[in-house]
């Protein structure tokens, strides 16, 4: 399957594809021979587990805590927020090197001890992408457990500030009910979720989930009216969302085991006085899905597993009543699929992770009332599709105890615009051009980079890891058009930490 992409014009199209491809081919052959030199007798007895919950948690996050995603509720670029303009091209790598990975996605979501764990990255002179969570489930009498979380995000997806507050109530036996309730400075953006969950962690369960999003919303709306005094972050729901959701982790049953995660969150219809550019009321209609698949084969000295994540968001807007001054009817359908396949080899410490992932994405903009043009080009509205290719390589040592840790890690992004391709006057053949001259600094086909991070393990529930990061790509495409180069190429790509607790 070639990895490289077509990021020249017409003229460099051939030599340019070949030297990616090849370069990718040698890439992944020596990752895999990494593994296969390592003898399978010699192997330590310790299995490697990987999870999707890590995702699914964003995702929901994503749908209730709408006042903390890029935008606050009126953005009008998509729920998920796939591309934004304060993002830049490396944004996605970003979180891919600095964020926790699936193994640890795993020890986080299968163990119900309270907890803390949190990173931060380097994004620029100012600023940090960080994340941090802290549970503490209190043992309230023996049948009833009070789970609380804070949840602290800043990336250019959200700047999320969260506090969960639950109360979960064993029936009997493997039946358990209980409420999660999110806690915010927003008063309209209150949600409670009631749930039902059969089995326990970590041996296998499933939960179903019932969510009535922003409870609290219209009677916020309905008091700022009677008031007089219109609140201008406030919009009415005519038809009420909510979301119904299902987890379901199996027993492993001869070394195998999965995960299922799906939600839907059914239509709302929000209207809205008037917000900043916005003067007159306008109307609002989004519902969204998602889905998620775990399918794992791990026994001691090697695990295999494939991931498949869906999500479908649909949006648009218009005037509450028509107006041909000022006429306004567009909106979006957003698709992002994403196929995963991860490997791993342990002995004795020394680890090797493998994850690769095939991604489609589709960003579908419509109007029916404005097209923008520029040098002759159509760039507004825009119809943006591409497959992507991701990788995060690592090879490793981690005693298990207490003792220092080590890595290096290959972490790649690829992505290859397929709709949208013109042929310009100035810059050859050009990729989803509409697309791109709307993000100019926020696209590029090609990012690399190298990650070198050491770390101490205090005990086996206790550690801390720094890392610094080497840009092989040099950032040298700015992602424009396909010939915009930058002369000097940048090498230094910043350092990050994670630290891990558990008690």
Known sequence: MPLAFI???????????NIHHLNMAFRILFVFLVIAVIPVELLAQQVRHTSIFGWEEQTQHMIKNRYHNYGGIFYDRGLYRFTTPEMTREHELDLLSRDFTTVDDYAWYYNRNSSFRG?????????????AVIRNNIQ??????????????????????????GADYNISGDH??????????????????????YGHFPSGYIQAEFTPLDWANNASYELSERRGDPFPGLQKHDIRPYLFSLKLSTHTVHNMRGELTAGIQTLRESVTDGYDEIEEPFRDWDKTRYLGILFEYAIPHFTAAVTWKHRYA???????????????NYGNRQIHNKLGLFLSYNYRGFYSDNWIWRNYNLDKQFDDYEER??????????????????????????????GFLAAIEWTADYRDFLRGRVDHPSYGVVHAFDYRDNYIRQLSERQERLTFFFGYRFTEKTW????????????IHRGAFDQAENQNPTRFDGGFGRLILYW
Do not use: C, W
């Open 7 to 17: 990021i020249n014009d017409e003229r460099n199209l051939v030599k340019t594809y």
């Open 314 to 328: 649909r949006f648009s807007r218009s005037n509450l009543e028509f107006t041909p001054e000022e006429p306004m």
């Open 464 to 475: 801390l890891e720094l890392g610094v990061s080497y840009d092989v790509d040099g950032d």
């Open 373 to 402: 043009f520029r040098s002759g080009f159509q760039t507004y509205p825009f119809d943006f599709e591409e497959n992507r290719v991701q990788m995060r390589n690592r090879l490793g040592y981690d005693p298990g105890d207490r």
């Open 119 to 131: 990173f931060a990255g380097s994004y620029n002179l100012g600023k940090f992408l960080h994340g």
């Open 140 to 165: 309230a009498t023996e049948n009833l457990e009070i789970p609380i979380t804070y949840t602290r995000r800043f990336d250019f997806y959200s700047d999320r500030a969260l506090i969960e507050l």
């Open 176 to 197: 358990n009910a209980g409420i999660s309730h999110t806690l915010t400075e927003q008063k309209p953006d209150l949600d409670a979720t009631f749930y039902y969950r």
